[in-house]
């Protein structure tokens, strides 16, 4: 069963459509839809990176030190604010004062996820953190760059040693051990951000649906009824896009915090 596509995907599908397929004939790979190779999850996430750019464009030239704007401060608020969980404020509690190297990628993957997470309250579009491949994705990149860090600071015996463990005898026990915690991650990282945006989305429909229902059905035989019910469909989604929202932030923020402790751990000199 072909999922619903949106304009925007539909859009990309017929722009780019012929190219996906010979690429993924190429590759073989057999496409789901072959009149639709591009899916809604992946449409959503150009759209996502599209706007992030743009948005980026629009408030590079406006970015004022003496009088910053309110976009800028809400934005500075995503780097350093004083609850420390900024973006940078991780990455110093983590990392150190040397963690600010590596803000860019962190940073990139943190309000990716963000933006991802929170363009499904425009109704037409679904969270593409809610499809398993795009989380998957966001932690195969956290992963490989963590541990790159770590050969490169330490080197590949210097890392190696920090899977051993601290006694030299047990390092054939701890070692297996530590290498299955350390890929385990890419499960943890994947599962807990697509398994709250998908059910943050589910819960969102299912209730919608449990309120219209009523409004629908008594609206048949009497219509002022109905449109007096029709009141609770159209309120109570307030509430729930909040609800999304915050599960959004709270995710995003989740999805920054492990990779500077991952990234802590990778670098720290500490065996």
Request: aromatic share 12%; with cysteine; charged share 10%.
């Amino acid at each position: 069963m072909n999922e619903h596509l949106n304009w925007f995907t539909l859009l990309l599908n017929k722009l780019f459509g012929h190219a996906v397929l010979a690429v993924m004939a190429a590759v073989k790979i057999a496409p789901r839809d072959p009149a639709n190779p591009i899916p809604n999850f992946v449409a959503a996430s150009i759209l996502v990176c599209l706007l992030a750019v743009v948005f980026f464009l629009w408030l590079k030239p406006r970015i004022s030190a003496d009088r910053p704007g309110a976009t800028q401060q809400v934005m500075e608020l995503l780097l350093t604010n004083s609850m420390s969980v900024g973006i940078r404020d991780l990455l110093d509690e983590n990392v150190g004062q040397e963690g600010r190297e590596y803000l860019p990628m962190v940073g990139a993957i943190s309000i990716f996820i963000l933006f991802a997470n929170a363009i499904s309250l425009v109704p037409i579009f679904l969270s593409p953190t809610g499809h398993p491949s795009v989380p998957l994705a966001c932690a195969i990149l956290t992963f490989a760059y963590y541990n790159w860090l770590g050969l490169k600071h330490h080197g590949p015996i210097g890392y190696a040693k920090h899977f051993a463990g601290p006694v030299w005898w047990l390092s054939w026990l701890i070692f297996p051990v530590e290498i299955i915690s350390h890929t385990a991650r890419l499960l943890s990282l994947t599962v807990r951000l697509w398994a709250n945006i998908f059910a943050s989305e589910l819960i969102y429909v299912i209730f919608l649906g449990l309120f219209m229902t009523p409004a629908l059905v008594i609206g048949r035989t009497h219509p002022a009824l109905g449109l007096i019910l029709g009141i609770f469909p159209a309120v109570f989604p307030v509430a729930f896009m909040a609800l999304h929202l915050f599960v959004a932030v709270v995710q995003a923020f989740v999805f920054t915090i492990l990779p500077a402790l991952y990234i802590g751990m990778a670098t720290s000199d500490e065996h």
